[in-house]
């Protein structure tokens, strides 16, 4: 079942904030700047088409809003980024870093994004999907290996923007997102171990998947996750290693189960496209060319992470557990199931999209 996000009041008090902190509209000058007739079909910023309208020499300032802890890989990889537009832009646009959803809840990009309450945020997948129906393919536990997701993101990159572009996001480079493991005081490497469990699933695709391999799924607020866990209103956790590390599930948990080379989300930086419309087409593509090394240095730091993680858990004593080929097979027999559902869910480029994920799975 769909289910729609309103903006809350938050949302309404981030626009004030922005107006006196100095977004991005409000640091150019409005009147040297052409936005573009929104009736008018979009373009595609990632094509060379697409042309920055922006004439003014006065500064830019845009304000990121970034869902990861500073001290985060791919913080690390987004700071890198903005550093590296200043510097190639001569400081005429320069991208202030929010942390650790300080500024926008990760549960809202799509209402910031495509508002422009901000200028620039990370999103996740699952988030956007309840409002863009045609990125579900992308919240399938089939999806995509995300060790390879900048090969994943050259193939499926042009459909993004199609899809994104009409909710006013620009899409600009992709996020490592981290492969998915099981988190309870049992292994979960078998059917008849799930049967029953209270799981925490991330996002709508997420908790279907926990329902088909016998789980019940919780929909548990990702902050309350720790809380959930220590007073056991739920048995256990299904999400991607780099978020059960952030937030420190694993401390909480015995066993560890790692379901290798899948995900059931997609990461990656987008713009509001009122803003990347202020840039000159020079610029937009600064943007562009150095996300796609921000891209890189993003998924290296966190594959050199998730080995750090695992040793983490063996010195804590965590029991740790890999599906043989026979397990793995069990739970994908059912998991592709879902393509057939999602289907149902989506328009035509939703349904190219999932032609694409299949081609390289």
């Not at 991330?202 to 929909?219: A, D, I, N, R, Y």
């Amino acid at each position: 079942m769909k289910k729609y996000y309103k903006m809350s009041i938050l949302s309404s008090f981030l626009v004030v904030l922005l107006i006196f902190s100095g977004c991005s509209s409000s640091s150019s000058t409005p009147s040297n700047s052409t936005s573009s007739d929104p009736s008018s079909s979009p373009q595609n910023p990632n094509s060379t088409s697409s042309s920055g309208t922006a004439t003014s020499d006065k500064q830019i300032t845009l304000q990121f809003a970034t869902s990861f802890p500073e001290s985060d890989n791919r913080s690390m990889a987004q700071k890198w980024w903005a550093d590296k537009v200043a510097e190639a832009t001569n400081n005429h646009v320069i991208i202030k870093m929010h942390y650790g959803q300080s500024l926008v809840p990760l549960s809202q990009n799509y209402d910031a994004l495509s508002t422009g309450i901000v200028d620039i945020m990370d999103f996740a997948s699952s988030y956007i999907t309840p409002n863009v129906a045609d990125l579900s393919p992308l919240d399938l536990l089939v999806s995509h290996n995300p060790d390879n997701n900048l090969e994943v993101d050259e193939k499926i990159r042009g459909l993004i923007d199609e899809i994104l572009l009409p909710h006013n996001i620009v899409y600009l480079w992709p996020l490592y997102s981290g492969e998915m493991i099981a988190l309870a005081n049992k292994p979960l490497t078998t059917l008849d171990d799930w049967k029953g469990l209270r799981i925490r699933g991330f996002g709508h695709w997420s908790s279907e998947t926990v329902e088909l391999f016998g789980g019940v799924p919780q929909t548990i607020p990702l902050s309350e996750m720790v809380v959930a866990l220590e007073r056991g209103t739920v048995d256990g956790a299904f999400n991607a290693w780099t978020t059960a590390r952030a937030t420190k599930q694993h401390e909480l948990v015995t066993d560890v189960t790692w379901f290798e080379e899948y995900a059931t989300l997609w990461y990656a930086v987008a713009m509001s496209k009122n803003s990347w419309e202020l840039l000159s087409k020079e610029e937009q593509e600064i943007l562009l060319d150095l996300g796609n090394e921000a891209a890189v240095m993003a998924r290296d730091l966190s594959l050199k992470t998730r080995d750090e993680f695992k040793r983490e858990l063996d010195a804590m004593g965590k029991k740790q557990h890999s599906l043989t080929e026979a397990q793995k097979e069990e739970f994908l027999q059912l998991a592709n199931e879902t393509w057939e559902m999602v289907e149902k869910d989506v328009g035509e480029k939703g349904k190219q999209l999932i032609k694409e994920l299949q081609s390289l799975r």
